[in-house]
C-alpha cells in the first residue's frame, strides 16, 4: 500500500507548473485539431453535395461534363485523405465521391478507377463500391420502362457479378463495415432479378397470347356481390 508523501511547498509548485504546461499543451492541440475539422467539414460538405448530385444526374442521363466534375472532386478528396484526423464526415464524403466514380465507370462501360486513382482512402473505396453496385438496379428499372429487356438483362448481369465480387470482405466491422451493406445489396439484387424474370414471363406470355392484354381490359367488371 503507497502512503501519501507530503511535498515540500517548492516541490509541489514545480508540479504544478508542470501540469500547467501539459494542459496548455494540450489545449493548443485540440485547437489545432478543432481547426482541422473545421476545415475538413466544408470540404466534406461540398465533395458530398457535389458528388451526390452527379449521381442524380447520371441517372437522369443529364447533360454534364462528368470528367472535368471527378477531377475537380478528386482534389477535394485527396485534401481530406490527407487529413491526420480521421472525422466521421470526411469517410462519408469520400465514399460519396467513389460510389458516384464508380456509378459513372458502370453506367457508361468505362474502366473502374481505383483506389490509388481516386485518391480516396481504401476503407471508402470499398463502402462505394458497394453503394455504387446497388445503383445499377435504378438504371436496370429505367430501361425496363423503355422496354429495353436485353439492356435491363446485361445491366443485371453486371450487377449479379459485381455483388458475388465483393462478397470476397467477409471482415470484422472493426475493420471493414460492410456486412450491413453486402446483406443489403443482396435483397436489392434478388429484387431486380424477381423484376427483370417477371417482365420477361409478362412478354413471352403476350406474344403466346396475341391480344392477351386486349382481351383483359375489355372483360365487364364484376357487379358488386358477385
Keep these: 500500500m503507497h502512503r501519501a508523501v507530503r511535498q515540500t511547498p517548492k516541490e509541489q509548485e514545480t508540479m504544478d507548473q508542470t501540469l500547467m504546461a501539459e494542459v496548455e499543451r494540450l489545449k493548443e492541440f ?3 485539431v478543432d481547426k482541422e475539422r473545421e476545415i475538413a467539414y ?3 460538405r461540398t465533395l458530398r453535395r457535389r458528388s451526390v448530385k452527379l449521381v442524380r444526374d447520371l441517372q437522369r442521363q443529364m447533360d454534364v461534363d462528368v470528367e472535368k466534375e471527378l477531377a475537380e472532386c478528386r482534389v477535394l478528396a485527396v485534401q481530406l485523405s490527407e487529413t491526420p484526423n480521421k472525422f466521421g ?3 462519408e464524403a469520400l465514399q460519396e465521391y467513389a460510389e458516384a466514380a464508380l456509378t459513372y465507370s458502370f453506367l457508361f462501360g468505362k474502366p473502374a ?3 490509388a486513382d481516386l485518391g480516396c482512402t481504401e476503407r471508402t473505396y470499398a463502402l462505394g463500391l458497394t453503394d455504387a453496385i446497388s445503383e445499377l438496379r435504378r438504371r436496370i428499372l429505367t430501361l425496363l420502362r423503355q422496354d429495353d429487356i436485353p ?5 443485371f448481369d453486371l450487377m449479379d457479378d459485381y455483388y458475388h465480387l465483393i462478397l470476397v470482405f467477409d471482415h470484422t466491422d472493426a475493420v471493414l463495415p460492410l456486412r450491413r451493406k453486402q446483406d443489403a445489396l443482396r435483397a436489392v439484387t434478388e ?3 424477381a423484376d427483370i424474370t417477371s417482365i420477361i414471363c ?3 406470355l403476350e406474344e403466346k397470347i396475341p391480344g392477351f ?3 383483359l381490359d375489355s372483360e365487364p367488371e364484376p357487379e358488386a356481390g358477385e
Excluded at 439492356?151 to 445491366?155: K, L, S
Design 30 to 32: 485540440f485547437d489545432a
Design 202 to 204: 409478362q412478354k413471352r
Design 42 to 44: 466544408d470540404t466534406a
Design 213 to 215: 392484354e386486349t382481351r
Design 113 to 115: 478507377p481505383t483506389q
Design 89 to 91: 464526415f470526411v469517410e
Design 151 to 155: 439492356g435491363a438483362t446485361a445491366m
Design 191 to 193: 429484387r431486380t432479378r
